[in-house]
T-cell receptor, first 117, second 116 residues
């Protein structure tokens, strides 16, 4: 079974600074997806960024980018120019590539990101 | 399209009672997922439907839990004889796809269950 580990329960960053959230995972599969989801307080979870394991290039979405190290099974999220609206729980998640079944996401325990004004 | 909708948003029930939650996915999405999230934890996968077929159930889904998705549209999650340990946020998500890949999963706001 796959596992996802987020070793930082909480991170704090000054507004406009850069912060990196860590995630490691364990799997025996070679093809899979990795995600970062954001869950603001009392609001629904939304996708921040997605990475296909077969792609060597790191995904980027505006101020959000990942550092995907497949051999090390590491998938960190970098948030540049942090904004107050970035404050939320961030979850790293894994999904198998097989499709059709065993399709659910496996989540880490999350990192609470605090933005200091 | 208003996204994934869940009803009710909050439910307080007495131990031993049955509860049922509803999820309306994004209309064209054929895949639907249920997750459970307890305080301070990430969501845990419960079950997955592709159209009306329930293709996978987690070991977390005890015999007291049942999920349906008649006609491949909305889904219901029923918990019978609720226990205090069932208190959690129940999240529904939907996505579109056949075979590997597919779109991202879109989540609803969840149903927060409190068993007293």
């Amino acid at each position: 079974a796959q596992t996802v580990t987020q070793s930082q329960p909480e991170m704090s960053v000054q507004e406009a600074e850069t912060v990196t959230l860590s995630c490691t995972y364990d799997t025996s599969e070679s093809d899979y997806y990795l995600f970062w989801y954001k869950q603001p307080p009392s609001r629904q979870m939304i996708l921040v960024i997605r990475q296909e394991a077969y792609k060597q290039q790191n995904a980027t979405e505006n101020r959000f980018s990942v550092n995907f190290q497949k051999a090390a099974k590491s998938f960190s999220l970098k948030i540049s120019d942090s904004q107050l609206g970035d404050a939320a729980m961030y979850f790293c998640a894994y999904r198998t590539y097989s499709g059709g079944g065993a399709d659910g996401l496996t989540f880490g325990k999350g990192t609470h990101l605090i933005i200091q004004p | 399209d208003t996204g994934v909708s869940q009803d009710p948003r909050h439910k307080i029930t007495k131990r031993g009672q049955n509860v049922t939650f509803r999820c309306d996915p994004i209309s064209e999405h054929n895949r639907l997922y249920w997750y459970r999230q307890t305080l301070g934890q990430g969501p845990e996968f419960l079950t997955y439907f592709q159209n009306e077929a329930q293709l996978e159930k987690s070991r977390l889904l005890s015999d007291r839990f049942s999920a349906e998705r008649p006609k491949g549209s909305f889904s219901t999650l029923e918990i019978q004889r609720t226990e205090q340990g069932d208190s959690a946020m129940y999240l529904c998500a939907s996505s579109l796809g056949t075979g590997p890949g597919g779109t991202e999963a879109f989540f609803g706001q969840g149903t927060r269950l409190t068993v007293v």
